[in-house]
């Protein structure tokens, strides 16, 4: 499969059907993911989505961001855009570096850290959108 979306407000009842579409994705090679998905009370995007070697595209709205202790890098991944995310600091940074590839990176109110570091050697597109006390760029020449 190369691309898929979902834009939708869904009932607390249904979270465990988004949990399994997300497995059923990351195991068909997906190479766009779009998950738009509000729904009271679903906060952990599941963890099988850090294992998506495939990912090229990845845009994720109205979520909490916990990576697996385990998960390493996004490959492949060349643009990334997370919108009303939840995220720890060094979850933050720890995905961002694991992105070798990735050259576009849209951030809009991402929550749970007041500073901003960014290591990106790929990266050629970037935009903030939100209150952050210091932003600093390493590795980032092509920006």
Not at 5 to 33: M, N, P, Y
Not at 75 to 99: P, R
């Amino acid at each position: 499969m190369f691309k898929f979306s979902e834009c939708a407000l869904i009932d607390e009842s249904l979270v465990s059907d988004v949990d399994q579409w997300i497995l059923h994705l990351t195991r068909s090679s997906i190479k766009e993911l779009v998950l738009e998905v509000w729904i009271e009370g679903y906060s952990k995007i599941p963890w099988c989505l850090f294992s998506c070697q495939s990912l090229h595209h990845l845009k994720l709205h109205w979520c909490c961001l916990k990576p697996p202790t385990t998960f390493e890098s996004f490959k492949s991944l060349k643009s990334l855009d997370l919108n009303l995310v939840t995220v720890a600091q060094n979850d933050f940074e720890n995905l961002i570096s694991g992105c070798p590839l990735l050259e576009k990176f849209k951030f809009t109110e991402v929550d749970g850290f007041t500073q901003v570091n960014i290591r990106a050697p790929n990266l050629k597109f970037l935009k903030i959108n939100g209150e952050y006390e210091d932003i600093n760029f390493e590795n980032t020449f092509q920006l």
